[in-house]
């Protein structure tokens, strides 16, 4: 039999209904913030994620799903939506045009890690960017977004928020933790060592329990901030007191990706095991530039949808729709052909078949049908159908000329 790949699950209906519920809410919300949607390709150079995600990073040092196309082209499916969105920004020349421009998108993300609980290697994400727009009040903007989807959604969550602080200072920062990881060279594992080249500030991401006691000691990244980034830092904290919504200071979060300068932040949910961060996101200023553009400011978060599908569980589902059928063979044509006029207005699910009355009942029962409608020889004399409404159990022969009226 074939299956499903490891990591990647199908969502039968009830899965994708809330799916859809949950990516309805994440939309209203965006749109009142004033994003629009954005499309992009699931496949993309290779080279898009290992200038933007970075090299350092575990997605694309471990987890991407590359190969070469029948052209030769060293591609990857998208491990992530921000990089795409950022190129499908600087190839439509906004980067030249000094313009503001929020976008939002779904659907499926790649990553070949290691499946477990919360963790999928096809998963899907809702996220939003804005371009070229340099305020700290649109980071702000971005995490107050977030919090009113969740609670929208009845989703309980802790914010965490970290300043990564802008070019000197995450500069001057470096150099301090190098000096630091030098001098506990003999104690840190391999990992981190390959990190101390590439980008030393991931060490602080390190989920080895011997690493994580010795960067107690290490230097704090928020204590090498610019004027600049304290400033920024101060007044994202200000606004989001101002707003109501509480965060703790993470001076460890500095995200799986190397493309944030000063805000980073997550959200997390006590609910769901290990896997908690349930969204995440950042300032990336310097990304436009590494992917070839003039230098704009982006900001912008993603959520792991299954991850919040898991805490929201299944959703009820509520009865809808018409079930429409004969009990003789006889009047399945006149069935079929006024459920196919009903079809232009309501959901109707047309029996194809003659049966007896319970079988019916029980079938449209079944299938969660709010209205039962059903014809035997009598109505059809009388041009009449009987309706039975499932959820309150009204039940009455109605003329036929009335029936649009009462299916409302
Ligand atoms: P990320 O933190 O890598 O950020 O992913 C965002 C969210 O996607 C996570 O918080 C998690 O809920 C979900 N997620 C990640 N990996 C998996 C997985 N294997 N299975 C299930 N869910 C997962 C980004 O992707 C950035 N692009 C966010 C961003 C947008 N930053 C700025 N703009």
Redesign the pocket.
């Known amino acids: 039999m074939i299956t499903a790949l490891r990591?990647m699950k199908d969502m039968l209906p009830a899965r994708a209904k809330l799916y859809a519920q949950i990516i309805k809410t994440c939309e209203e919300v965006a749109k009142n913030y004033g994003y629009e949607q954005i499309l992009t390709p699931h496949l993309e150079e290779t080279a898009l994620f290992k200038r933007s995600?970075g090299e350092s990073s575990d997605?694309v040092g471990k987890?991407m799903y590359q190969f070469e196309d029948k052209g030769g082209n060293d591609v990857c499916l998208r491990?992530?939506?921000?990089?795409g969105?950022v190129r499908a920004f600087i190839e439509a020349k906004l980067d030249r045009a000094n313009v503001t421009k929020r976008c939002f998108y779904h659907g499926s993300?790649f990553?070949y890690?290691r499946?477990q609980k919360?963790?999928?290697?096809?998963?899907?994400?809702f996220?939003?960017?804005c371009f070229g727009e340099g305020s700290v009040y649109e980071d702000a903007s971005?995490i107050l977004m977030v919090s009113e989807i969740f609670n929208r959604l009845n989703i309980k969550t802790t914010l965490k928020i970290n300043s990564l602080g802008d070019e000197s200072s995450m500069k001057s920062y470096k150099e301090k933790l190098v000096k630091f990881l030098d001098e506990n060279d003999d104690r840190i594992c391999e990992d981190c060592k390959r990190r101390k080249l590439l980008n030393p500030i991931r060490v602080l991401d390190c989920k080895v329990e011997s690493c994580q006691e010795i960067y107690k000691n290490a230097p704090v990244i928020t204590d090498s901030l610019s004027d600049e980034a304290q400033a920024d830092f101060e007044k994202l904290q200000e606004i989001l007191t101002a707003n109501g919504v509480k965060f703790e200071i993470d001076t460890k979060l500095v995200?799986?990706?190397d493309?944030?300068c000063k805000t980073a932040f997550?959200?997390i949910s006590n609910e769901i095991g290990s896997?908690s961060?349930?969204?995440?996101?950042?300032?990336?200023d310097r990304l436009v530039e590494y992917l070839g553009g003039r230098a704009s400011y982006?900001?912008?978060?993603?959520?792991?949808?299954?991850?919040?599908m898991e805490i929201l569980g299944e959703a009820e589902d509520e009865r809808d729709g018409v079930y429409l059928c004969a009990l003789d063979a006889a009047n399945v044509d006149f069935i079929y052909n006024l459920g196919s006029k009903l079809r232009k207005k309501y959901p109707v699910e047309i029996s194809y078949e003659a049966k007896k009355l319970q079988k019916h009942l029980q079938n449209a029962d079944n299938k969660n049908a709010k209205i039962f409608l059903c014809v035997g020889e009598n109505e059809m004399k009388e041009n009449k159908i009987w309706y039975k409404n499932l959820e309150t159990k009204d039940e009455k022969t109605i003329h036929l000329d009335d029936l649009e009226k009462e299916l409302g």
């Open positions: 990591g995600v997605i987890e491990p992530e939506g921000t990089a969105v993300m990553r890690e499946p919360g963790r999928l290697r096809e998963f899907h994400q996220g939003c960017e971005i995200r799986g990706l493309y944030y997550e959200f896997q961060a349930v969204a995440g996101g950042g300032r990336y982006g900001v912008g978060f993603a959520m792991g949808v299954e991850r919040i």
